[in-house]
């Protein structure tokens, strides 16, 4: 009786040496949930290190605007990019269109975060804008091809929103 009371008594010393899991098993923070036939670990509610990652900011634009300004006459041409509006944009192109010696500077386009494109013909001029410049250049030819011949592009340029956040 003895002896068996020594195995029992160090059988449950022995139990006390084993890694006892309060969580039931779970990682640190979380705890067990169960249910009919199922056990899993689920987060503790404002444990630290379990907050949702909340997704990142979405980012933010500036328009970008862009003009071009000609003196017919005098075969002149003004452009301006990179302005916050349509009007400070058509002011810059014909302020560009008249230190080039334009003196009759009509605004022909303003664009916003896109692309513009100037075709001239034998006896027309054209502009149009689009997305792409290779959209802008193709509007601007096939207007000019529908009344005048030897359409090209004379100018084309992009100006594109700038990424601030």
Not at 127 to 139: D, F, R, Y
Request: proline residues 7%; charged residues 15%.
């Amino acid at each position: 009786m003895k002896t068996r009371s020594v195995i029992l008594l160090a059988i449950v010393a022995l139990q006390g040496t084993f890694a006892v899991h309060a969580e039931g098993g779970c990682p640190p923070g979380q705890y067990p949930q169960q249910g009919q036939g199922w056990q899993t670990c689920v987060p503790i509610p404002g444990a630290a290190g379990n907050q949702q990652s909340s997704s990142p900011p979405s980012p933010q634009w500036i328009d970008q605007w862009q003009a071009i300004a000609t003196d017919k006459q005098k075969a002149v041409l003004g452009t301006s990019a990179g302005n916050a509006s349509s009007d400070k944009s058509a002011q810059a192109a014909i302020s560009d269109c008249r230190a080039k010696g334009g003196s009759e500077c009509d605004v022909q386009i303003t664009y916003r975060n896109g692309c513009v494109a100037m075709v001239i013909g034998n006896t027309l001029m054209n502009t149009k804008g689009a997305p792409t410049k290779p959209e802008a250049e193709q509007l601007a030819l096939a207007k000019c091809s529908e009344a005048d011949t030897d359409c090209h592009v004379y100018y084309s340029a992009c100006n594109l929103p700038v990424r601030i956040q």
